[in-house]
């Protein structure tokens, strides 16, 4: 029998465990840290998208053309609103047909009823969390010739762009006809009139 003075070593199972934990803390950490410093963030998944260009262009061959598909689909999301005004007037169009009048909905039966701040589908953190994480996927998927699948490339990049250009022109037609700018960069927000 054992004494309580004696401790006993926890299983292999629970100290690898305990060194993934410990793992994911100090990886937590660092991505706080980074929080704050938006512009060095990009620039610097900006420098991974150079270097895995740069892969390409010296290795002949990896034209992964996913990466650029999901930094476009990312990209999308980050664009559009989390609650997208059609939706909303489809639903109170529904809400119409259906009887009601409108008055026990919660909602405003107008659009200019309330100021609604600009709230992204995706938020910037994440853009650039999950794109950076595309791009060192991406880049170590370059060491491998499993992933140098054989294709006729100049097919995937027309592809690229019809795709790009038909979801952007979309997606400008829908901000253009719901009034609403993603952006807010050099734009101040101001309250009431000059006095």
């Known amino acids: 029998m054992m004494s309580e003075n004696e401790t006993v070593e926890g299983s292999p199972v629970q100290n690898l465990?305990?060194?993934y934990a410990n793992a994911m803390r100090k990886y937590q950490s660092m991505l706080d840290k980074w929080t704050p410093y938006s512009l060095q963030r990009w620039l610097s998944t900006a420098g991974l998208l150079a270097v895995f260009m740069l892969r390409i262009v010296f290795s002949q061959g990896w034209?992964?053309?996913?990466?650029?598909?999901?930094?476009?689909?990312?990209?999308?999301?980050?664009?559009?609103?989390?609650?997208?005004?059609?939706?909303?007037?489809?639903?109170m169009a529904d809400d119409m047909e259906g009887g009601g009048?409108?008055?026990?909905?919660?909602?405003?039966?107008?659009?200019?009823?309330?100021?609604?701040?600009?709230?992204?589908?995706?938020?910037?953190?994440?853009?650039?969390?999950?794109?950076?994480?595309?791009?060192?996927?991406?880049?170590?998927c370059t060491t491998s010739e499993v992933f140098d699948v054989p294709v006729y490339w100049p097919i995937l990049v027309v592809y690229?762009?019809?795709?790009?250009?038909?979801?952007?022109?979309?997606?400008?037609?829908?901000?253009?006809?719901?009034?609403?700018?993603?952006?807010?960069?050099?734009?101040?927000?101001?309250?009431?009139?000059?006095?």
């Open 17 to 19: 465990q305990a060194q």
């Open 63 to 91: 034209y992964i053309d996913a990466l650029a598909i999901y930094l476009l689909n990312l990209l999308l999301a980050f664009l559009q609103p989390k609650f997208d005004p059609s939706l909303q007037e489809d639903l």
């Open 101 to 140: 009048d409108g008055a026990s909905s919660p909602l405003p039966s107008q659009r200019d009823d309330e100021f609604r701040p600009f709230v992204r589908r995706l938020p910037e953190w994440q853009f650039w969390l999950s794109s950076t994480r595309a791009t060192v996927i991406a880049l170590f």
């Open 160 to 195: 690229f762009f019809v795709l790009f250009t038909l979801t952007m022109r979309r997606q400008i037609q829908h901000m253009v006809k719901y009034k609403y700018v993603p952006f807010d960069i050099g734009r101040k927000a101001t309250y009431g009139g000059k006095k």
